[in-house]
């Protein structure tokens, strides 16, 4: 199984919501990471787990929360979004650091629309 | 900040043409992504570079690693429809104890039947 999924595939969400996006990957991967993606930009990092435990926040506001309950799932859980916040939310996953082989592998992505 | 650049940021081009995009780091990697994203879909990984010079080919797409290790070069050879997207290179910085990828801006390929 060479898949990343991710649910759900399109989100509208009002600033006040609270909302969850889930990843899920059964390569037996041990880094897993979620990317912010707007239009006509390439992805930008925004946490990177690494063995369950969070080794990259690239100054993320706190409205965004992620949460990797174990190692074949990551959360990214949403309360108070701005319009701006609106983009592909991309989750990804590859073998840790330190393994030659890391490409990343990509899930579908969830469409946030926040109004 | 580190920082990759991918020139053209779009490239039309007749079926059959060659098509080559350029991926500019400002700072050394230890090695190279190149990554594809259809329209409406996601990235996915085409290759990794790791060695100072190094060149791969998958059929028609030849990959270069600069000597230096801060550019490289991804070459399409009589271009076809499906090869529509947009092709990103992502270094990951030498030295650099995670996976951290550092993706350029892109090249948006757009090929005419």
């Known amino acids: 199984d060479t898949e990343v999924t991710q649910t759900p595939k399109h989100l509208v969400m009002g600033m006040t919501n609270k909302k969850s996006l889930k990843c899920e990957q059964h390569m037996g991967h041990r880094a897993m990471y979620w990317y912010k993606q707007k239009a006509k930009k390439p992805p930008e990092l925004m946490f990177v787990?690494?063995?369950?435990?969070?080794?990259i926040n690239e100054s993320v506001p706190s409205r965004f929360s992620p949460e990797c309950p174990n190692s074949s799932l990551l959360n990214l859980h949403l309360h108070a979004l701005q319009p701006e916040d609106s983009a592909l939310y991309l989750c990804?996953?590859?073998?840790?650091?330190?393994?030659?082989?890391?490409?990343?592998?990509f899930g579908p992505g969830t469409r946030l629309t926040v109004l | 900040g580190q920082q990759v650049m991918q020139i053209p940021q779009y490239q039309h081009v007749q079926e059959g043409e060659d098509f080559t995009t350029y991926c500019n780091s400002s700072?050394?990697?230890?090695?190279i992504q190149w990554y594809k994203q259809r329209p409406g879909g996601h990235p996915v990984f085409l290759i990794q570079l790791v060695k100072s010079g190094e060149v791969k080919k998958q059929k028609r797409l030849t990959f270069q690693f600069g000597e230096a290790k801060k550019n490289s070069s991804l070459h399409i050879t009589a271009t076809q429809t499906t090869d529509v997207g947009t092709y990103f290179c992502a270094g990951k910085r030498y030295g650099g104890a995670t996976n951290k990828l550092i993706f350029g801006t892109g090249t948006l390929l757009a090929v005419q039947p």
């Open positions: 700072t050394t990697l230890s090695n």
């Open positions: 990804a996953s590859s073998h840790p650091p330190g393994q030659e082989d890391n490409e990343q592998f």
């Open positions: 787990y690494s063995y369950e435990k969070l080794s």
